[in-house]
């Protein structure tokens, strides 16, 4: 079992729709979550944190968090085209400072 | 936010060649800078962790006298490719922590380098 997995995707949504990502975790322990961003050639760039049950909100995106389950999620509402891309969640476990990335969900957006 | 500066983007290399890519933390002091690797179409591989005044923390399977790293300062993290080969070309993107509170630093990456040796 990967320590952190994600569906590869593609998800493809029509613009002005809600892509809903999904991502489990194995490491029962684990304190941090992470959304990230990643445009083809380009480093991830941070999204949202979450680090408590529940959702939180930040412009178009929400993030939720549920760790009896093991699993944080990330809502995008209103899909733009730009919002194309490859989403990586991270998981800061609970010993050691290092985060683990999952494979990541390629998005694509249709106008 | 944090910014977390890297260079070169590009670089191209004879097969033989030692590459140094350099990554800075330009608003915080970072004590731990990560270097990751990344494959196309593929997520992120840690490859070490650069502690600023004392040796890097290599993951499983990466080789620490092939992928030198120095963290001399509070700002500066090295990583040099040494008898760099055509297996080494990838994308090389480093990171620091920066901390908005206790115990949840965020991870924040530079522009990374991609490599390309010939």
């Known amino acids: 079992q990967k320590e952190v997995e994600q569906n590869s995707g593609p998800l493809s949504v029509p613009e002005g729709a809600i892509a809903s990502l999904n991502c489990t975790y194995s490491?029962?322990?684990?304190?941090?979550f992470f959304w990230y961003r990643q445009y083809s050639g380009k480093s991830p760039e941070l999204i949202m944190s979450i680090y408590s049950n529940g959702d939180k909100e930040d412009g178009r995106f929400t993030a939720q968090l549920n760790k009896a389950s093991q699993y944080v999620s990330l809502l995008i509402r209103d899909s733009q085209p730009s919002d194309s891309a490859t989403y990586l969640c991270?998981?800061?476990?609970?010993?050691?400072?290092?985060?683990?990335f999952g494979g990541g969900t390629r998005v694509l957006v249709k106008p | 936010g944090a910014v977390v500066s890297q260079h070169p983007s590009r670089v191209i290399c004879k097969s033989g060649t030692s590459v140094k890519i350099e990554c800075r933390s330009l608003?915080?002091?970072?004590?731990?800078m990560f270097w990751y690797r990344q494959f196309p179409k593929k997520s992120l591989m840690l490859m070490a962790t650069?502690?600023?005044?004392?040796?890097?923390?290599?993951e499983q399977g990466v080789e620490k006298d092939k992928f030198l790293i120095n963290h001399a300062s509070l700002t500066l993290s090295t990583l040099t490719v040494t008898s760099a080969h055509p297996e080494d070309s990838s994308f090389y993107i480093c990171?620091?922590?920066?901390?908005?509170?206790?115990?949840?630093?965020?991870?924040?990456f530079g522009e990374g380098s991609r490599l390309t040796v010939l």
């Open positions: 650069s502690n600023e005044g004392s040796k890097a923390t290599y």
């Open positions: 490491d029962r322990g684990s304190q941090s």
């Open positions: 990171s620091a922590r920066g901390w908005r509170r206790a115990g949840t630093g965020e991870l924040f």
């Open positions: 608003d915080f002091q970072a004590t731990t």
């Open positions: 991270a998981v800061n476990k609970a010993a050691g400072n290092k985060l683990t």
